[in-house]
């Protein structure tokens, strides 16, 4: 890299409520339906007996959940982009002013937490990062993992407050044994632990949506999946946990990832959702540069809706660049409400479709994510967090940011180091080579000193060695063919890295 006068990047700053909004002309050129169009053989696919899936081993509420979502499918609603609007601030609550409009008497605090249940979503395997066991068990510090975490803070909640606060976990077919094993740990510990297990959904065809399992053959689990985080209503409801917390005097749930590391209790939140008798709680952020996969909040006909990005033909993408309210998949709802709309049949989640390649063949997936229930319930809300509610490690960039001096932990808590000026993180963009946790961990000797670091860029064959400083701009890329070795001890403040190992002023 010749270059060394790119001008320094600026953090993007979380900004208040009221700046995420603009007048803006959205769609005056874009008017034609957001999603793309089925293929020819599935728009006419043959439907489906409901005793072919029952012979598959599908319980009956499954069943009948699947069926409603290919039937969705093939008959998908068209969405059209004028009928889209950034949400009006009016429409949502900002959590600076939550003490006001919702303000905490201490004394009922414990009270409050005695009604409340946590769940952890824990669905998923680290893929993404290289690994095949459950995220929740990857470490984020030595000998502490996201479950450790979780642990840790509601085990403090439950001692400071003396309530008994649940921790239950969802898990999908893919981490529920390895989950039931590694909590036996944790039988001393403060807090009560129950998990559940959510469904199994079959995938199918992408030219015909004709069903990939067979009746009467063995199970093999790359033909089936777990079909999203808003499977986790009926499958608590089937678990018996619903019935079972209402009984004990609980009324509020609250979700999110478990390796969303902000995704701590709010007190401050859970009385503003018991006082204003919200029936759904869904925390939004602000979005910046990185968040790319995921879901914004958007109003459409008039009423809040969850988009999930992944969904929008590549060439509308550009539509919602001012779309800056990010789901942090931070949800909270009351339980009696989604009992009683299960109950009544009424709980029906936009879907989300994937499609994952099997033997070179497309194939279909059909997703619920759990946010979309801001669409479902009568007294629904949105409220806008800080970006510290939402810290979740995706990737190894975001890994190596967690890891370091940025942050301190404490009793499963994430905090900003009261050292680091500002309340923004650094931008950390790792190439590929560190893409996987254990090739992440070979080129990082120790971790960097990240304390005054604003912005990083690692490309090609780059290993770090020990007790390294990284201040402000710091890019580094080894050319093709070509190896960088950041030697021990050394402090780069501003500096572009090229293959050659020249160091220039940034």
């Known amino acids: 890299m010749t270059d060394s006068t790119t001008e320094k990047p600026k953090l993007q700053s979380t900004g208040s409520l009221h700046s995420l909004f603009k007048n803006v002309d959205l769609f005056s050129e874009n008017d034609e339906e957001l999603y793309p ?5 599935a728009r006419f696919a043959a439907p489906i007996e409901d005793s072919t899936l029952l012979a598959l081993g599908m319980k009956p509420d499954e069943v009948k959940a699947f069926q409603k979502q290919r039937h969705a499918y093939i008959n998908k609603d068209q969405i059209y982009t004028d009928e889209i609007k950034i949400p009006n601030k009016t429409e949502m609550v900002d959590y600076h002013q939550l003490h006001l409009v919702s303000p905490i008497d201490q004394s009922n605090a414990s009270r409050l937490l005695s009604k409340l249940v946590v769940i952890k979503l824990n669905g998923g395997l680290g893929n993404s990062m290289g690994c095949k066991t459950a995220k929740s068990t990857m470490e984020i510090a030595p000998g502490v993992t996201f479950l450790d975490m979780a642990v840790a803070h509601i085990e403090q909640i439950n001692q400071d407050y003396d309530v008994d606060v649940p921790l239950v976990i969802m898990n999908s077919y893919k981490t529920h044994n390895e989950t039931n094993k590694v909590i036996e740990k944790y039988k001393t510990h403060k807090v009560s632990i129950k998990t559940f297990q959510q469904s199994m959904f079959p995938k199918m065809y992408k030219d015909t949506l004709n069903l990939v399992p067979k009746p009467n053959t063995p199970m093999n689990p790359k033909e089936w999946y777990p079909p999203g985080s808003g499977d986790i209503f009926r499958s608590l409801q089937r678990s018996g946990l619903i019935d079972e917390f209402l009984a004990a005097g609980k009324e509020y749930i609250f979700i999110s990832n478990v390796e969303n590391l902000g995704s701590i209790i709010d007190l401050q939140v859970l009385n503003h959702i018991h006082l204003q008798k919200i029936e759904f709680g869904l925390e939004v952020t602000s979005r910046i540069n990185t968040d790319s996969t995921g879901g914004i909040l958007m109003s459409y006909k008039d009423k809040l809706h969850l988009l999930e ?17 990010w789901n942090t998949n931070n949800i909270w709802v009351n339980l009696k409400s989604v009992s009683n709309l299960i109950k009544e049949d009424k709980l029906d989640l936009d879907w989300i479709v994937n499609y994952p390649l099997e033997n070179h063949k497309a194939m279909v997936q059909l997703e619920t994510p759990a946010g979309m229930g801001i669409q479902n319930f009568k007294n629904s809300v ?24 940025i942050f301190q932990f404490d009793h499963g808590q994430v905090k900003l180091n009261s050292k680091r000026e500002g309340q923004d993180v650094p931008l950390v963009k790792l190439g590929e080579e560190f893409a996987t946790v254990s090739d992440y961990e070979k080129r990082f000797k120790s971790i960097p000193d990240l304390l005054e670091l604003d912005h990083l860029t690692v490309s090609g064959d780059v290993y770090f060695g020990s007790r390294i400083t990284l201040k402000g701009t710091v890019i580094i890329v080894a050319n093709h063919g070509e190896r960088v070795d950041i030697p021990d001890g050394v402090v780069l403040e501003n500096k572009v890295l090229s293959g050659t190992l020249r160091i220039l002023d940034h």
């Open 37 to 41: 169009p089925l293929q020819h053989g």
């Open 382 to 405: 949105a409220i806008f967090v800080p970006r510290d509610r939402y810290r979740p490690i995706k990737s190894t960039s975001q890994l190596l940011v967690a890891q370091s001096n």
């Open 309 to 325: 990005l992944s969904q929008v033909k590549p060439e509308k993408l550009k539509i919602f660049k001012d779309f800056k309210l």
